[in-house]
């Protein structure tokens, strides 16, 4: 299994900046691309921002600009500079690592996610 621990959520006024962090343990393997979702009561985890193995980054439209994902791969850390920080920014983040591990000459593919940190921003 593959644990995900998020840090750095809080309270924070309108216009200021917060840094996530998420790191990962257990069976490892190889990451491919870690990533940060939202989710409002009754809907689907919406994506924030994704990073895989290589670099390339996708951001969600309200997170251009403002937001900037990136990854220590030797640590499997994935961190999230959020700027410029609104109220309606404010969600639960959740941590996301989709990758695959081998035992016993068998693969097995995983799609984590971790308990995700409060994010508020008001005044």
């Known amino acids: 299994q593959v644990q995900l621990v998020e840090s750095g959520g809080g309270l924070v006024q309108p216009g200021g900046s917060l840094r996530l962090s998420c790191a990962a343990s257990g069976n490892i393997g190889v990451i491919n691309a870690m990533g940060w979702y939202t989710q409002d009561p009754g809907k689907e985890r919406e994506l924030v921002a994704a990073?895989?193995?290589?670099?390339?980054?996708n951001y969600a439209d309200f997170a251009k600009g403002r937001f900037t994902i990136s990854r220590d791969n030797a640590m499997s850390t994935v961190f999230l500079q959020m700027n410029s920080l609104k109220p309606e920014d404010t969600a639960v983040y959740y941590c996301?690592?989709?990758?695959?591990?081998?035992?016993?000459?068998?693969?097995?593919?995983?799609?984590?996610w971790g308990q995700g940190t409060q994010v508020t921003v008001s005044s």
């Open positions: 990073i895989s193995s290589g670099g390339s980054t």
């Open positions: 996301n690592a989709k990758g695959r591990y081998w035992r016993g000459g068998v693969d097995y593919p995983y799609d984590s």
